[in-house]
C-alpha cells in the first residue's frame, strides 16, 4: 500500500517573505521595446511572469525596478541561476531573494548572423554572450546589445539592463560600450 500524496503547501509559503532593503533611488526608465511578433508557445523565448504562471514572479518585479536578482538557499548558502524554488543541493525551500551585480565581464561571445529564431530574423546580426558577473560566482547567457558584434572583445565590461520585451513582459539583456 502505498503513502498518500503530501499534500502542497500554498505558493506564498514556498518562499518566505524577506526583508526588503531600503527603497533605492527610481530606476532608470526600461529600454525601449523592440518590435515585437506574437510567436506560438512552444517557440516564444520570454517565461510567462506572473504570479499565476510562476513561482518566481518576485524575479520580473525585481527586473522591473532595475534590479537583476536570485535566490539563495538559507541552509546552505548556495546562490542560484536561474532563480529556484527549491536548493537542488538539500532540497529546502527556505530560499531568499538577493540582488546580483549590474555589471560584468564578456567572457565569450558569438553573433547570431542567420537562422535566427522566430520572430527575431529581422534583427539580424546580434550578439549573444556569456558573461562573469563581478564578484558572484555566476556565469550568465545573454543577448548584448551596444556595439556590433565585430566591435566586442572577450574581457570588455557589460553592464545588465532590463528591457520590454513588448507584449508587456520584461527581461534582462547586458550593454557594451556604456
Known amino acids: 500500500m502505498s503513502a498518500p500524496p503530501r499534500p502542497r503547501r500554498p505558493s506564498a509559503e514556498l518562499v518566505p517573505p524577506v526583508a526588503e532593503p531600503p527603497a533605492a533611488p527610481a530606476p532608470a526608465p526600461l529600454a525601449p521595446p523592440r518590435s515585437y511578433e506574437k510567436r506560438p508557445f512552444l517557440l516564444d523565448f520570454f517565461p510567462l511572469e506572473s504570479e499565476k504562471d510562476t513561482r518566481i ?3 520580473f518585479v525585481r527586473l522591473r525596478e532595475g534590479r537583476l536578482s536570485t ?11 536561474p532563480p529556484r524554488t527549491a536548493c537542488p543541493k538539500c532540497h529546502s ?23 535566427a529564431p522566430l520572430g527575431m530574423e529581422g534583427e539580424v546580426p546580434f550578439s549573444v ?12 547567457f545573454g543577448r548584448v546589445e551596444g556595439k556590433p558584434w565585430n566591435a566586442l572583445a572577450v574581457g570588455e565590461v557589460v553592464h545588465v539592463e532590463a528591457y520590454e520585451v513588448g507584449d508587456g513582459r520584461v527581461f534582462y539583456r547586458f550593454r557594451a560600450g556604456s
Do not use: H, I, K, M
Not at 71 to 81: E, I, K, P, V
Not at 129 to 140: C, I, K, M, N
Open 57 to 59: 514572479a518576485r524575479f
Open 71 to 81: 535566490t539563495r538557499c538559507a541552509r546552505d548558502d548556495l546562490l542560484l541561476w
Open 93 to 115: 525551500e527556505e530560499l531568499v531573494w538577493v540582488d546580483l551585480p549590474s555589471t560584468g565581464r564578456l567572457y565569450a561571445f558569438s553573433a547570431v548572423l542567420a537562422g
Open 129 to 140: 554572450g556569456l558573461v562573469d558577473l563581478e564578484g558572484v560566482p555566476l556565469r550568465l
